[in-house]
């Protein structure tokens, strides 16, 4: 298939053009270099995605999808049998700074990018959302069939809104859109933001890990491996509309992660304790039925190992 991949210089979206690569697809990727973290870092990225068997594939284009002129661009390089639409402004707590800026970049362009595949008869989108819909009062494990309408973040709010403009265009236009909502992933090139990756710097040079709260909070981590298993059974398996959980079914106590990576890394944590942090929850859980029903997705990467990988990709190329 010929695919289009937005996001493609970040975490995910870089994994995922690899995979598609690897597999024989495709991929025009596109990326705006948002300056939430260093270009340098998706530039290295695209470097493992250009060193990918099948690269010869792959094109990139640097383009900003709030900008029609720019939409334009990236889809006349097709037509695309699918659009994997994995750009978005990250992150729970700068959201809450900048919730003008996270609608333009999560809700409005999600609106440009569905109505450029209506307007060039793209028929299947896989859209990347997010645990944080569920909000802090979903009953665990959480369930795709639940309300999902008291997000307690911006982020969450701009996640979940761009979740109804795809069923808006899949019931009015008869598109297959699928939205992924991914639990926590994590793994080689994680976002140097995400607790993982911040922890391993703060551990490698002995200053004090922030833990907001009692450190009881769980999450339910998902390593990268894992999830590009569903992204790809989702580009494979159109079902109309439909939303799945993506998650690594079990949870992990923020206390026992830090156990688990200062052991990786061969460190001692030391910990700062701090208040709760406003647009946290206090735990996320997948429920899996329907992504195992109708994917086939079955997590296979347990924690420690996912850590240990981690761990091994951070000492050769972690920022230090």
Avoid at 7 to 20: M, R
Avoid at 75 to 99: N, Q
Avoid at 271 to 295: I, K
Wanted: one cysteine or more.
């Amino acid at each position: 298939m010929h695919i289009l991949v937005t996001g493609a210089a970040g975490f995910i979206g870089s994994h995922t053009c690899q995979a598609l690569l690897r597999r024989g697809d495709s991929v025009v990727g596109l990326d705006n270099f948002e300056a939430f973290y260093a270009r340098s870092i998706k530039e290295r990225n695209l470097a493992h995605v250009r060193a990918t068997p099948g690269s010869e594939r792959f094109s990139f284009l640097e383009a900003d999808l709030c900008q029609q002129a720019d939409i334009e661009r990236a889809f006349d390089l097709g037509p695309f049998d699918v659009v994997v639409h994995l750009a978005a402004r990250a992150g729970v707590r700068p959201s809450i700074d900048d919730p003008a800026g996270y609608v333009r970049s999560n809700v409005e362009a999600t609106a440009l990018v569905l109505q450029a595949c209506r307007a060039r008869a793209i028929g299947r989108v896989v859209f990347a959302s997010s645990s944080s819909v569920y909000g802090a009062d979903s009953t665990p494990p959480f369930a795709e069939v639940a309300r999902a309408d008291r997000p307690v973040s911006p982020y969450a709010a701009t996640k979940r809104a761009a979740e109804l403009l795809c069923h808006t265009y899949s019931h009015l236009y008869c598109m297959d859109i699928t939205c992924l909502r991914f639990f926590t992933v994590y793994g080689p090139r994680q976002r140097p933001e995400m607790a993982i990756h911040k922890f391993a710097t703060l551990l490698v040079r002995g200053q004090r890990i922030p833990i907001f709260g009692d450190g009881g909070s769980s999450r339910d981590y998902t390593f990268i491996d894992d999830i590009l298993q569903g992204v790809l059974a989702a580009i494979d398996r159109p079902k109309g509309f439909a939303v799945y959980n993506l998650g690594g079914d079990h949870e992990t106590r923020l206390c026992d992660l830090i156990d688990l990576l200062g052991q990786a890394l061969g460190q001692t944590p030391r910990l700062e304790w701090l208040p709760v942090a406003p647009g946290d929850v206090p735990m996320t859980s997948a429920d899996l039925t329907l992504a195992q029903r109708d994917l086939g997705y079955a997590p296979r990467v347990p924690m420690a190992e996912g850590v240990r990988r981690f761990a091994e990709w951070f000492q050769e190329f972690g920022v230090k």
